[in-house]
Protein backbone atom coordinates (compact mmCIF):
# COMPACT_ATOMS: atom_id res chain seq x y z
CA UNK A 1 0.00 0.00 0.00
CA UNK A 2 1.27 3.58 -0.49
CA UNK A 3 1.88 5.86 2.30
CA UNK A 4 2.25 9.53 3.33
CA UNK A 5 3.37 9.84 7.09
CA UNK A 6 3.76 13.39 8.31
CA UNK A 7 4.56 13.06 11.86
CA UNK A 8 4.78 16.96 12.93
CA UNK A 9 1.22 18.29 13.65
CA UNK A 10 2.68 21.84 14.53
CA UNK A 11 6.04 23.36 13.95
CA UNK A 12 7.28 26.67 15.07
CA UNK A 13 10.39 28.44 13.90
CA UNK A 14 11.88 32.21 14.24
CA UNK A 15 11.52 34.56 11.78
CA UNK A 16 14.99 34.15 9.23
CA UNK A 17 15.88 30.83 10.64
CA UNK A 18 15.21 27.67 8.60
CA UNK A 19 13.17 24.65 9.33
CA UNK A 20 12.79 21.17 7.96
CA UNK A 21 9.20 19.57 7.45
CA UNK A 22 9.85 15.84 8.09
CA UNK A 23 7.59 13.25 5.33
CA UNK A 24 8.33 9.77 5.06
CA UNK A 25 6.74 7.88 2.09
CA UNK A 26 5.77 3.83 1.39
CA UNK A 27 5.35 2.49 -2.05
CA UNK A 28 6.81 -0.84 -3.66
CA UNK A 29 6.81 0.91 -7.30
CA UNK A 30 10.10 1.99 -8.39
CA UNK A 31 8.88 5.14 -10.39
CA UNK A 32 7.42 7.67 -8.14
CA UNK A 33 7.28 11.40 -7.50
CA UNK A 34 7.03 13.98 -4.76
CA UNK A 35 5.66 16.74 -4.21
CA UNK A 36 5.15 19.78 -1.52
CA UNK A 37 2.38 21.67 -0.87
CA UNK A 38 1.54 25.17 0.84
CA UNK A 39 -2.28 26.03 2.14
CA UNK A 40 -2.62 29.12 3.78
CA UNK A 41 -5.07 30.12 5.66
CA UNK A 42 -7.02 31.15 2.56
CA UNK A 43 -7.83 27.63 1.88
CA UNK A 44 -6.02 27.17 -1.80
CA UNK A 45 -3.14 24.55 -2.41
CA UNK A 46 0.16 25.56 -3.48
CA UNK A 47 2.62 23.90 -5.38
CA UNK A 48 5.89 24.61 -4.19
CA UNK A 49 8.78 21.58 -5.03
CA UNK A 50 9.06 18.13 -6.80
CA UNK A 51 11.50 15.01 -6.76
CA UNK A 52 11.29 12.34 -8.81
CA UNK A 53 12.67 8.69 -8.03
CA UNK A 54 15.41 8.53 -10.00
CA UNK A 55 16.79 12.13 -9.58
CA UNK A 56 20.19 12.86 -8.56
CA UNK A 57 20.34 15.51 -7.18
CA UNK A 58 18.29 17.29 -4.61
CA UNK A 59 15.80 19.42 -5.78
CA UNK A 60 15.84 23.16 -5.25
CA UNK A 61 13.33 25.82 -5.94
CA UNK A 62 13.97 29.62 -4.05
CA UNK A 63 14.53 28.99 -0.64
CA UNK A 64 12.38 25.46 -0.61
CA UNK A 65 15.19 22.63 -0.96
CA UNK A 66 14.25 18.89 -0.53
CA UNK A 67 16.50 16.42 1.16
CA UNK A 68 15.72 13.63 -0.48
CA UNK A 69 17.16 10.28 1.27
CA UNK A 70 15.74 7.32 -0.84
CA UNK A 71 17.26 4.36 1.08
CA UNK A 72 15.06 5.97 4.35
CA UNK A 73 12.42 6.77 2.30
CA UNK A 74 12.23 10.25 3.71
CA UNK A 75 11.68 13.57 1.45
CA UNK A 76 11.99 16.51 4.07
CA UNK A 77 11.13 20.01 3.09
CA UNK A 78 13.56 22.67 4.03
CA UNK A 79 12.49 26.61 4.09
CA UNK A 80 15.57 28.71 4.41
CA UNK A 81 15.09 32.29 5.77
CA UNK A 82 11.66 31.65 7.24
CA UNK A 83 9.53 34.52 6.40
CA UNK A 84 6.40 35.38 8.55
CA UNK A 85 4.06 34.39 5.40
CA UNK A 86 5.92 30.88 5.50
CA UNK A 87 3.51 30.43 7.97
CA UNK A 88 0.87 27.66 6.77
CA UNK A 89 -0.46 24.23 6.29
CA UNK A 90 2.15 22.36 4.43
CA UNK A 91 1.41 18.57 2.67
CA UNK A 92 3.53 16.07 1.45
CA UNK A 93 2.14 14.26 -1.47
CA UNK A 94 2.99 11.14 -3.69
CA UNK A 95 2.34 9.50 -7.28
CA UNK A 96 3.14 6.36 -8.24
CA UNK A 97 1.60 3.21 -9.08
CA UNK A 98 0.90 0.98 -12.55
CA UNK A 99 1.85 3.73 -15.35
CA UNK A 100 3.28 5.93 -12.37
CA UNK A 101 2.39 9.04 -14.24
CA UNK A 102 -1.39 8.33 -14.47
CA UNK A 103 -1.25 7.07 -10.64
CA UNK A 104 -2.97 9.62 -8.58
CA UNK A 105 -1.38 11.86 -5.77
CA UNK A 106 -1.88 10.88 -2.29
CA UNK A 107 -1.58 13.64 0.49
CA UNK A 108 0.18 12.74 4.23
CA UNK A 109 -1.83 14.80 7.36
CA UNK A 110 0.03 18.03 7.04
CA UNK A 111 2.29 20.00 9.17
CA UNK A 112 1.24 23.48 10.28
CA UNK A 113 3.84 25.79 10.66
CA UNK A 114 3.96 29.14 12.41
CA UNK A 115 7.04 32.01 12.31
CA UNK A 116 7.44 33.87 14.91
CA UNK A 117 8.70 37.36 14.54
CA UNK B 1 -3.26 34.42 -12.19
CA UNK B 2 -5.20 31.49 -11.82
CA UNK B 3 -6.25 29.00 -14.26
CA UNK B 4 -8.29 26.99 -12.73
CA UNK B 5 -11.47 28.42 -11.15
CA UNK B 6 -13.91 27.28 -8.80
CA UNK B 7 -17.31 28.77 -8.04
CA UNK B 8 -18.53 29.68 -4.82
CA UNK B 9 -16.14 30.08 -2.82
CA UNK B 10 -18.42 30.00 -0.02
CA UNK B 11 -21.51 28.14 0.15
CA UNK B 12 -24.01 27.80 3.07
CA UNK B 13 -27.31 26.10 2.21
CA UNK B 14 -30.17 24.03 3.81
CA UNK B 15 -30.61 20.35 4.64
CA UNK B 16 -32.02 18.75 1.43
CA UNK B 17 -31.06 21.28 -0.95
CA UNK B 18 -29.64 20.09 -4.74
CA UNK B 19 -26.03 21.88 -5.33
CA UNK B 20 -23.45 21.80 -7.87
CA UNK B 21 -20.15 23.28 -7.53
CA UNK B 22 -18.32 24.25 -10.57
CA UNK B 23 -14.84 23.67 -11.55
CA UNK B 24 -13.04 25.38 -14.98
CA UNK B 25 -9.82 25.06 -16.19
CA UNK B 26 -7.79 27.15 -19.02
CA UNK B 27 -4.74 24.92 -19.26
CA UNK B 28 -6.00 22.35 -21.58
CA UNK B 29 -5.51 19.30 -18.87
CA UNK B 30 -6.94 15.99 -19.82
CA UNK B 31 -7.20 14.69 -16.16
CA UNK B 32 -9.28 16.51 -13.05
CA UNK B 33 -10.10 15.99 -9.60
CA UNK B 34 -11.89 16.85 -6.43
CA UNK B 35 -10.57 16.32 -3.33
CA UNK B 36 -12.35 16.94 0.25
CA UNK B 37 -10.66 18.52 3.04
CA UNK B 38 -11.86 19.47 6.49
CA UNK B 39 -9.98 21.88 8.29
CA UNK B 40 -6.76 21.55 9.07
CA UNK B 41 -6.33 17.86 7.58
CA UNK B 42 -5.47 15.75 4.96
CA UNK B 43 -7.00 15.96 1.41
CA UNK B 44 -8.94 12.65 0.53
CA UNK B 45 -9.73 12.04 -3.51
CA UNK B 46 -13.31 11.63 -4.46
CA UNK B 47 -13.70 11.97 -7.89
CA UNK B 48 -11.25 12.19 -11.14
CA UNK B 49 -11.53 12.12 -14.86
CA UNK B 50 -9.53 11.22 -17.30
CA UNK B 51 -10.66 12.99 -19.70
CA UNK B 52 -14.66 13.81 -21.66
CA UNK B 53 -16.92 11.56 -20.82
CA UNK B 54 -14.66 9.58 -17.88
CA UNK B 55 -15.36 9.80 -14.87
CA UNK B 56 -13.87 7.31 -11.48
CA UNK B 57 -14.64 7.44 -7.77
CA UNK B 58 -11.83 8.59 -5.77
CA UNK B 59 -10.63 6.44 -2.21
CA UNK B 60 -13.18 8.15 -0.24
CA UNK B 61 -16.49 7.18 -0.49
CA UNK B 62 -18.52 9.93 -1.29
CA UNK B 63 -22.27 10.51 -2.17
CA UNK B 64 -21.44 13.32 -4.66
CA UNK B 65 -21.53 12.59 -8.60
CA UNK B 66 -19.75 14.37 -10.95
CA UNK B 67 -20.08 14.69 -14.87
CA UNK B 68 -17.18 15.72 -17.79
CA UNK B 69 -18.89 17.20 -20.64
CA UNK B 70 -16.44 18.90 -22.20
CA UNK B 71 -12.54 19.25 -20.78
CA UNK B 72 -12.47 22.53 -19.53
CA UNK B 73 -15.35 21.45 -16.86
CA UNK B 74 -15.69 18.98 -14.22
CA UNK B 75 -18.89 19.97 -11.57
CA UNK B 76 -19.70 18.26 -8.54
CA UNK B 77 -23.11 17.44 -7.84
CA UNK B 78 -25.13 17.09 -4.65
CA UNK B 79 -28.47 15.80 -5.02
CA UNK B 80 -29.88 16.25 -1.11
CA UNK B 81 -26.84 18.15 0.84
CA UNK B 82 -26.49 17.01 4.76
CA UNK B 83 -24.74 18.63 7.58
CA UNK B 84 -22.02 15.65 6.97
CA UNK B 85 -21.38 17.31 3.91
CA UNK B 86 -19.94 20.60 5.33
CA UNK B 87 -16.51 20.83 4.13
CA UNK B 88 -13.82 21.95 1.77
CA UNK B 89 -13.75 21.08 -1.58
CA UNK B 90 -10.70 21.33 -3.93
CA UNK B 91 -10.69 20.86 -7.83
CA UNK B 92 -7.54 20.52 -9.39
CA UNK B 93 -6.22 19.21 -12.93
CA UNK B 94 -3.21 18.01 -13.88
CA UNK B 95 -1.25 16.60 -17.33
CA UNK B 96 -1.24 13.20 -18.28
CA UNK B 97 1.64 11.12 -18.90
CA UNK B 98 4.06 12.97 -17.15
CA UNK B 99 5.36 11.85 -13.42
CA UNK B 100 6.22 15.30 -12.62
CA UNK B 101 3.09 16.98 -13.39
CA UNK B 102 1.98 18.95 -10.03
CA UNK B 103 -1.85 19.28 -9.27
CA UNK B 104 -3.34 22.89 -10.28
CA UNK B 105 -5.70 23.74 -7.64
CA UNK B 106 -8.56 26.07 -7.52
CA UNK B 107 -9.21 28.03 -4.66
CA UNK B 108 -11.66 25.88 -2.66
CA UNK B 109 -15.09 26.16 -1.96
CA UNK B 110 -16.23 26.22 1.31
CA UNK B 111 -19.28 24.70 1.85
CA UNK B 112 -22.21 24.79 4.93
CA UNK B 113 -25.04 22.74 5.15
CA UNK B 114 -27.52 23.85 7.92
Known amino acids: AQKITQTQPGMFVQEKEAVTLDCTYD???????LFWYKQPSSGEMIFLIY??????QNATEGRYSLNFQKARKSANLVISASQLGDSAMYFC??????????????FGKGTKLSVKP | EADIYQTPRYLVIGTGKKITLECSQT?????MYWYQQDPGMELHLIHY???????EKGDLSSESTVSRIRTEHFPLTLESARPSHTSQYLC?????????????FGNGTRLTVT
Open chain 2, 92 to 104: ASSEVGSMWSPLH
Open chain 1, 27 to 33: TSDPSYG
Open chain 1, 51 to 56: QGSYDQ
Open chain 1, 93 to 106: AMRAGYGGSQGNLI
Open chain 2, 27 to 31: MGHDK
Open chain 2, 49 to 55: SYGVNST
